[in-house]
Nanobody
Framework: QVQLVESGGGLVQAGGSLRLSCTTS????????MGWYRQAPEKQREWVAS???????SYTESVKDRFTISRDNAKNTMSLQMNSLKPEDSGLYLC???????????WGQGTQVTVSS
């Protein structure tokens, strides 16, 4: 059973920063692509950022130049550095990974981010 465990969420004032981490039980090089999604109450889950096995990154428009996604293969950890946070960034942040073999999707339980105005 592949597990993804998020950490690093919390309460922060607008303009502040947080760093989220996602630690996996499977080696990162066995994931074709990994990403972060977020879900606010009564809203659909939204893709935030992703990083491929080749370290190519992409971001949703609203977080470009503020968020940075990275991966540390040696630690089996993917991270999301979030700067200049806004109240609209609040939500449950979920880690996702798509495996190379079988292209299966794996999800973590999420970590809550709350940005106060």
């Amino acid at each position: 059973q592949v597990q993804l465990v998020e950490s690093g969420g919390g309460l922060v004032q607008a303009g502040g920063s947080l760093r989220l981490s996602c630690t996996t039980s499977m080696a990162l090089h066995d994931f074709k692509r990994m990403g972060w999604y977020r879900q606010a109450p009564e809203k659909q889950r939204e893709w935030v950022a992703s990083i491929t096995l080749g370290a190519v990154t992409s971001y949703t428009e609203s977080v470009k130049d503020r968020f940075t996604i990275s991966r540390d293969n040696a630690k089996n950890t993917m991270s999301l550095q979030m700067n200049s946070l806004k109240p609209e960034d609040s939500g449950l942040y979920l880690c996702n990974g798509e495996s190379l073999v079988g292209r299966r999707d794996y999800w973590g339980q999420g970590t809550q981010v709350t940005v106060s105005s």
